[in-house]
Nanobody
Framework: QVQLVESGGGLVQPGGSLRLSCVGS????????MGWYRQTPGKQRELVAT???????RYAESVKGRFTISRDNAKSTLYLQMNSLKPEDTAVYYC?????????WGQGTQVTVSS
């Protein structure tokens, strides 16, 4: 089993920054791709960014140039640096780890961008 714990969410003004973290514990050996997703009420969960084990990244068009995904394999930790935040970035953010045929999700952390 793998447990994921996210942190770093909160309330920020438009134009501000936040850094999300997601720490994996348990049977984390062999973790492959990792990613961040977000969801707002009444909408499907959407991809924000993903990163492979060797560091190849992919971003949603809406966050390109503003968000940066990174990982520390030694610490089983995933990060999302979010800059130039906009009100439309408001959502619950979830981390995702892929291990073999399974993937695991964190509990979510709320990010609210508002003045």
């Amino acid at each position: 089993q793998v447990q994921l714990v996210e942190s770093g969410g909160g309330l920020v003004q438009p134009g501000g920054s936040l850094r999300l973290s997601c720490v994996g514990s348990g049977s984390v050996s062999g973790i492959g791709a990792m990613g961040w997703y977000r969801q707002t009420p009444g909408k499907q969960r959407e991809l924000v960014a993903t990163i492979t084990f060797v560091g190849s990244t992919r971003y949603a068009e809406s966050v390109k140039g503003r968000f940066t995904i990174s990982r520390d394999n030694a610490k089983s930790t995933l990060y999302l640096q979010m800059n130039s935040l906009k009100p439309e970035d408001t959502a619950v953010y979830y981390c995702n780890f892929v291990l073999g045929p399974r993937d695991y999700w964190g509990q979510g952390t709320q990010v609210t961008v508002s003045s």
